[in-house]
């Protein structure tokens, strides 16, 4: 399958700061790359979902001025984490997929944690 | 929206038995259903997904079923071995937009 990179894997940073979180498809081109994220013992929650060259699309609750995503290339996404706070430690999972492709792949994922 | 239903939540069974977990579905619209296996810590991986023009999918010890007309998918795994234990994840989507994922159900083989 293609390969996802994200990058940190590992970020603890203070309140108040903020985190950004890189997803790149290394193998191919993903039209459209999706945030997930995860806590404990719990199913993957999507964020948002973008498109190369236009705004994401977030999913209800999801505040799009504190998860501010970027999808300016075909290989690379990022979601920044704007003043973060500790509720906003979690597990953040990317995704990547590709025009009629059913597939998904995932990147490795990030674990913000926010003291 | 689609809405992901998964049972068990938690799942023993003995090494070399078999194992069986099912998800529902709510939208009929969806005609992809992968399966993820995810390790602690580690990111979703694919051990098989199923299309809806197919009843049945099989990959050496792990098999999916699909019932578009009750709208539920199972996953089966046989000969079950102590690697085999992991969080599993169903998922449904429409044709390559998004997943909507059930609540995953915990696996433990026991040697």
């Known amino acids: 399958g293609a390969v996802v990179s994200q990058h940190p894997s590992r970020v603890i940073c203070k309140s108040g700061t903020s985190v950004k979180i890189e997803c790149r498809s290394l193998d191919f081109q993903a039209t459209t790359m999706f945030w997930y994220r995860q806590f404990p013992k719990k199913s993957l929650m999507l964020m948002a979902t973008s498109n190369e060259g236009s705004k994401a699309t977030y999913e209800q609750g999801v505040e799009k001025d504190k998860f501010l995503i970027n999808h300016a290339s075909l290989t690379l996404s990022t979601l920044t984490v704007t003043s973060a706070h500790p509720e906003d430690s979690s597990f953040y999972i990317c995704?990547?997929?590709?025009?009629?492709?059913?597939?998904?792949?995932f990147g490795p994922g990030t674990r913000l944690t926010v003291t | 929206g689609e809405n992901v239903e998964q049972h068990p939540s938690t799942l023993s069974v003995q090494e070399g038995d078999s194992a069986v977990i099912k998800c529902t579905y709510s939208d009929s619209a969806s005609n992809y259903f992968p399966w993820y296996k995810q390790e602690l810590g580690k990111r979703p991986q694919l051990i098989i997904d199923?299309?809806?023009?197919?009843g049945e999918k099989k990959d050496q010890r792990i098999a999916v079923t699909l019932n578009k007309t009750a709208k539920h998918f199972s996953l089966h795994i046989t000969e079950t071995q102590p690697e085999d234990s992991a969080v599993y994840f169903c998922a449904a989507s429409n044709a390559g937009n998004m997943l909507t994922f059930g609540g995953g159900t915990r696996l433990m083989v026991k040697p």
């Open positions: 199923i299309r809806s023009n197919v």
């Open positions: 995704s990547a997929g590709g025009g009629t492709t059913y597939e998904q792949y």
